[in-house]
C-alpha cells in the first residue's frame, strides 16, 4: 500500500507535533520507546512506499537523495563527531549541555544521545539537500 502526499504530510506534521509533545512532557519510559518504535516504523513505511511508488520521478529523487546521505552524512558525521571529541572547546561544550539535561543518569549515556542526535539531524540534513539538488537539476 502506498502512501498518499497528504497522508504522508499528516504524518510529517503529527511525528513533528509529538516529537515536541516528548521534548516537553515527562512520560514514562515504556510509552516514549513505544512511540520511537512507531516513528521508525512510519518512517520505514514511508521510503519503502516512496520506492515502490508509480511515480518514477518521485522514487528516483529519494533513491538519490538517500544515497547522498548514506554516502557524504554518513562519513561526514562520523568524521565531525571524532573531531568534537578531540577539540577541547566542543568537548566542554557537550559536557556542559550533557549536565544541564541529565537527571540523574549518567552523563556519558546523555552525550552518546547528543551525538546521536547531531548525526540524525546531519543526515536529515543532506537528505534534505540532495532532494532540493536533484529537483532542482529536473526543472
Not at 16 to 39: E, K, N, Q
Not at 49 to 60: K, P, V, Y
Not at 118 to 129: E, K, N, V
Request: hydrophobic letters at 60%; glycine letters at 8%; proline letters at 3%.
Amino acid at each position: 500500500m502506498s502512501a498518499s502526499v497528504p497522508s504522508q504530510a499528516a504524518m510529517a506534521i503529527a511525528i513533528l507535533l509529538m516529537g515536541a509533545f516528548l521534548a516537553v512532557v515527562d512520560i514514562p519510559y515504556i510509552l516514549r520507546v513505544c512511540l520511537s518504535l512507531l516513528f521508525i516504523a512510519w518512517g520505514g513505511w514511508m521510503v519503502i512506499s516512496t520506492l515502490r511508488s508509480r511515480d518514477e520521478l518521485h522514487a528516483a529523487s529519494t533513491r538519490f537523495s538517500l544515497a547522498l546521505a548514506a554516502g557524504i552524512g554518513t562519513p561526514l558525521s562520523l568524521i565531525l563527531v571524532m573531531l568534537m571529541t578531540f577539540a577541547p572547546g566542543a568537548r566542554n561544550a557537550i559536557s556542559d549541555l550533557a549536565s544541564l539535561g541529565a537527571d540523574g543518569s549518567d552523563l556519558a549515556i546523555t552525550g552518546f544521545g547528543l551525538g546521536v542526535t547531531f548525526t540524525l539531524f546531519l543526515q536529515c540534513s543532506i537528505l534534505l539537500l540532495g532532494q532540493a539538488l536533484w529537483w532542482m537539476s529536473k526543472r
